[in-house]
Nanobody
Framework: QLQASGGGLVQAGGSLRLSCKASRFIFDSYGVGWFRQAPGKEREGVSCIRKSDRSIIYGDLVKGRFTISTDYAKKILYLQMNSLKPEDTAVYYC??????????????WGPGTQVTVSS
C-alpha cells in the first residue's frame, strides 16, 4: 500500500528526492511521514505531516536540509534531501497512520529504500 523509491548512492553534499506512492488510501485522512534506520541504530523520525492541520515536524538532525511535501491528488509523499551527510546513510521508510498528528505508532509502512552517502 506504500511504496518508496528514489534512494541510491550519492556523495556528501549531494541531493536525493525520495517518493512514496500510496494506494488504497484516502491519503488526506492520514498523518504521513518519513523515518530512517541506520545499521545498528534504532529507527528515528525524519519528518512528518500532521493530519489535522498539515503542519510539519522535522527531526533535529535534518532541519534546514530536508523538505517533506505531498501531492494529495496523486497520493505521493516526497522527501527532498539536500546537503546530504554520511550520517544520513540509512534505510528510509514512509509511513501513514489514520488521523495521526505524528504522535504514537504508525501502522502502515512501506518496504524502505536505501540511501547511502559517501564521504
Amino acid at each position: 500500500q506504500l511504496q518508496a523509491s528514489g534512494g541510491g548512492l550519492v556523495q556528501a553534499g549531494g541531493s536525493l528526492r525520495l517518493s512514496c506512492k500510496a494506494s488504497r488510501f484516502i491519503f488526506d485522512s492520514y498523518g504521513v511521514g518519513w523515518f530512517r534506520q541506520a545499521p545498528g541504530k534504532e529507527r528515528e523520525g525524519v519528518s512528518c505531516i500532521r493530519k489535522s492541520d498539515r503542519s510539519i515536524i522535522y527531526g533535529d538532525l535534518v532541519k534546514g536540509r530536508f523538505t517533506i511535501s505531498t501531492d494529495y491528488a496523486k497520493k505521493i509523499l516526497y522527501l527532498q534531501m539536500n546537503s546530504l551527510k554520511p550520517e544520513d546513510t540509512a534505510v528510509y521508510y514512509c509511513a501513514a497512520e489514520l488521523n495521526s498528528d505524528c504522535e504514537g505508532d504508525f501502522s502502515n509502512w512501506g518496504p524502505g529504500t536505501q540511501v547511502t552517502v559517501s564521504s
